[in-house]
């Protein structure tokens, strides 16, 4: 499809695009395509622009990247296909190791989201033969290399299910999420949850690791607070947008 770049809903129509495209090539899963919606939802409340407290989060996490021992970023399809060059942007820059961890696990979209990363310059792809097990998650979900999440003591994981990120915090970890809906469990469960379309964070946090290299770590996030204020700001976005109504 053709979409002219003077098209209100350009930018939007383009990640559906590409989205779309991944499906077809089997990158993406089914249920990909429905959390992509999702987030175009509370993205569409949000103003589809980086909110201040997202800005923060993504500040501290680039702090805590940076000063971690083991950074590593877990990948899935949809993250694959929307940004894989920001992705191994933000690897080079901090640097972290990249891991794709799949929901919907089979090896060949393993084999199809490591494909497509290497095409975009990344090297030495974690995941695709794993030698260990996220405690408390069933079948597949759980399955990690050793090298990599299973040792990792922060770790970006855009889009994430609930279960698996609450069993990440259980195991210790510094956890990251990006997920533009603040009421999700996994929003809740995180150490930092950047509130933000994931094509807009990743970058974002890349800028401010090159910005903070060298400079000792921020103060603690308090993610709680963050997520607040962006319920807030939804809250507020609703009430404005009811208002245009008018009375009765
Ligand atoms: O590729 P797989 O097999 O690992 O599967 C990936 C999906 C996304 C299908 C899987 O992780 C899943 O089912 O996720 P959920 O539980 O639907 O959660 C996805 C969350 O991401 C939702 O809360 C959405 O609001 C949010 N989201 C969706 N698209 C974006 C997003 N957040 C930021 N940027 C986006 N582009």
Redesign the pocket.
């Known amino acids: 499809m053709t979409v002219p770049k003077s098209h209100p809903r350009y930018e939007s129509l383009m ?1 559906r695009d590409k989205l779309i495209e991944a499906y077809k090539s089997g ?17 569409y409340l949000l103003g589809e622009e980086t909110i201040p407290e997202a800005e923060e989060a993504e500040m501290a996490a680039a702090s805590l990247l940076l000063h971690a021992k083991n950074p590593v970023i877990s990948v ?5 296909a ?1 940004c894989p060059e920001a992705l191994v942007e933000l690897a080079n820059t901090i640097p972290a190791k990249l891991e794709v ?5 089979t090896d060949e ?1 393993m084999k199809k ?1 490591i494909g497509h990363l290497e095409e975009h310059g990344a090297k030495n792809v974690l995941g695709l033969k794993p030698d260990a097990h996220i405690p408390d998650l069933e079948h597949a979900r759980g399955l990690c290399t050793k090298e990599g999440i299973f040792t990792a003591d922060v770790i970006l994981v ?5 279960d ?1 990120a609450l069993a990440l915090r259980k195991m210790g970890k510094t956890t990251i999420i ?4 603040p ?5 809740r469960a995180a150490s930092v949850t ?8 990743i970058p974002n946090i890349t800028e401010f690791a090159k910005q903070l290299k060298g400079q000792p770590p921020l103060k603690k996030f308090d993610n709680e607070a963050a997520l607040r204020r962006a319920i807030d700001r939804i809250t507020n976005a609703l009430f404005e947008l009811r208002c245009a109504f008018g009375p009765g």
Request: charged content about 30%; aromatic content about 6%.
């Open positions: 990640k990158m993406v899963a089914e249920a990909g395509m429905i959390a992509h919606g999702r987030g175009e939802a509370f993205d899935n399809g949809n993250v694959a929307l961890n799949l929901f919907y696990r979209r989201v855009p889009l994430e299910d609930g698996r990006i997920d533009l809906n009421l999700s469990r996994s929003a950047i509130v933000d379309e994931v094509t807009r964070a």
